[in-house]
């Protein structure tokens, strides 16, 4: 089956050790998206790639970073993470081509900081 | 500009319809409605695109009325699965979606 895959689901860091969260897609879409989703809040959107051009939300903080080497596999960088970034990581993928705009999320990253 | 939804949370009984409202401040291209459920990713339910456009999978259906800046979720006959968070997702096509905070809906026996 086609899908949207994150590992690792659920990640433990130390305060200021960074840490690296990926995502792997087969539906082949064109369009990556990060997003961060705390507790009984909605989801974030911290940056998404359309193809290979990377388009960052203004209030991101510089501590996220994001690669997409292909189009299959996108990594979140947190270069030092802080307590507040303990969260719900989210990846989704989206096509622009043809009539399909729909988000397919995957399942999630937990990432807890200590 | 985050959209706004009421009610923040719904308890029914199942069998019992409910309605999801989405409210923009600004003018709306697209309307996404997405259900999450506790400890899972959001599931896509549908999209709406036009001004005044419905549509519907089976008891869950939706309204966008692009004048009023705002877009309605319908659940009649509320079965259990239904339960989670629903939530509106604004913007152009898919990209940059905006979500709304979200409404929790819990479905009784």
């Known amino acids: 089956d086609a899908m949207v895959i994150q590992n690792p689901r659920y990640q433990v860091t130390q305060f200021g050790k960074p840490v690296t969260l990926s995502c792997s897609q087969t539906l082949n879409h064109n369009v990556m998206y990060w997003y961060q989703q705390k507790s009984s809040q909605a989801p974030k959107l911290l940056f998404h790639?359309?193809?290979?051009?990377?388009?960052n939300e203004a209030d991101t903080p510089d501590n996220f970073q994001s690669r997409r080497p292909n189009t299959s596999f996108c990594f979140l960088d947190i270069r030092s993470p802080g307590l507040g970034d303990a969260a719900m990581y989210l990846c989704?993928?989206?096509?622009?081509?043809?009539?399909?705009?729909?988000?397919?999320f995957g399942p999630g990253t937990r990432l807890t900081v200590t | 500009q985050q959209p706004v939804q009421s009610p923040q949370a719904v308890i029914l009984r199942e069998g019992e319809d409910a309605v999801i409202n989405c409210s923009s401040s600004?003018?709306?291209?697209?309307v996404h409605w997405y259900r999450q459920k506790h400890g899972e990713a959001p599931v896509f339910l549908m999209i709406?695109?036009?001004?005044?456009e419905q549509k519907g999978h089976e008891k869950i259906s939706a309204s966008f009325n692009e004048k009023k800046q705002q877009s309605s979720l319908y659940l009649t006959a509320s079965q259990l699965s239904y339960s989670g968070t629903y939530f509106c997702g604004t913007g152009l096509r898919a990209q940059k979606l905006v979500f709304g905070q979200g409404t929790r809906l819990t479905i009784n026996p």
């Open positions: 600004k003018a709306l291209y697209s």
């Open positions: 989704a993928t989206s096509s622009e081509r043809g009539q399909s705009y729909e988000q397919y």
């Open positions: 790639y359309y193809d290979k051009d990377f388009n």
């Open positions: 709406l695109l036009k001004g005044g």
